[in-house]
């Protein structure tokens, strides 16, 4: 069973303790290729799924953990003329590999680059997702590892809105590690067993 350790001396001191401050939407940078970090509005954190495996037994079922999965992240820029993230996520989209079919096989020649993991994730690495506190200090970064686009919307126009140009930017990686925790995310597993380090989710 796991054993979580109060930094507290009493349990109901926290209320009145300032360092509990919970973590705030808005106070977050997310660097992605060459989109500037006060275009993106809006981004997810990484998550994961844990597929559950089953086995029967008479009219029983029971269940074992599978393999942990990393979900699709998204996230959402704004379009301004300059710099232009339209254009941006047009080049990172070359950068990966693609090639109009015009230029592929024109005038020069077949040209047979395609979309490719190693262009793809050149592309937009490193992808990290950094927040703060308060007092601008990092209690949060996580690294996407091997991330590139898998879907990108780029918004519309309507001669009925005057709102912001948006577009909307999904994401796929292999994992993702999370930085900054300094010694506050405590975790013990057994009492025979030694605190689980913050060097097991991140680099340090």
Same mark, same amino acid.
């Not at 109060?6 to 973590?23: G, H, L, Q, V, Y």
């Not at 990393?70 to 989209?93: H, N, R, Y």
């Not at 990686?173 to 900054?180: G, L, M, S, V």
């Given at each position: 069973?796991p054993i979580y350790k109060d930094s507290f001396d009493t349990a109901d001191s926290f209320w009145s303790n300032p360092i509990t401050e919970p973590k705030r939407q808005f106070r977050f940078t997310f660097d992605v290729a060459g989109l500037p ?7 997810? /954190? ?5 597929? *559950? ?11 074992? +953990?599978? /393999?942990?999965?990393?979900? +699709?992240?998204?996230? =959402?820029?704004?379009? +301004? ?31 047979? /680059? *395609? ?40 918004? *519309? ?21 999370? =930085? /900054? ?13 030694? +605190?689980?380090?913050?060097? *097991?989710?991140?680099?340090?």
């Amino acid at each position: 069973m796991p054993i979580y350790k109060d930094s507290f001396d009493t349990a109901d001191s926290f209320w009145s303790n300032p360092i509990t401050e919970p973590k705030r939407q808005f106070r977050f940078t997310f660097d992605v290729a060459g989109l500037p970090v006060w275009t993106i509005t809006k981004v997810d /954190r990484p998550s994961f799924k844990v597929d *559950s495996i089953t086995h029967q037994f008479y009219n029983h079922e029971f269940h074992y +953990p599978g /393999r942990l999965k990393w979900q +699709p992240l998204s996230f =959402e820029t704004v379009d +301004p003329i300059t710099p232009d993230a339209t254009g941006i996520l047009m080049k990172m989209a070359y950068a990966s590999g693609y090639e109009f079919p015009d230029k592929q096989f024109g005038g020069n020649g077949y040209n047979f /680059r *395609s979309i490719n993991k190693v262009d793809a994730i050149d592309a937009l690495n490193p992808v990290t997702i950094t927040a703060f506190d308060g007092q601008g200090t990092s209690v949060e970064k996580w690294t996407l590892k091997n991330a590139f686009i898998t879907d990108v919307t780029m918004g *519309s126009f309507e001669y009925a809105q005057e709102g912001i140009v948006t577009m909307q930017v999904t994401l796929r990686y292999d994992w993702a590690t999370i =930085e /900054r925790l300094a010694g506050r995310a405590y975790l013990q597993t057994g009492l025979q067993n030694p +605190p689980v380090p913050d060097s *097991s989710v991140g680099t340090y």
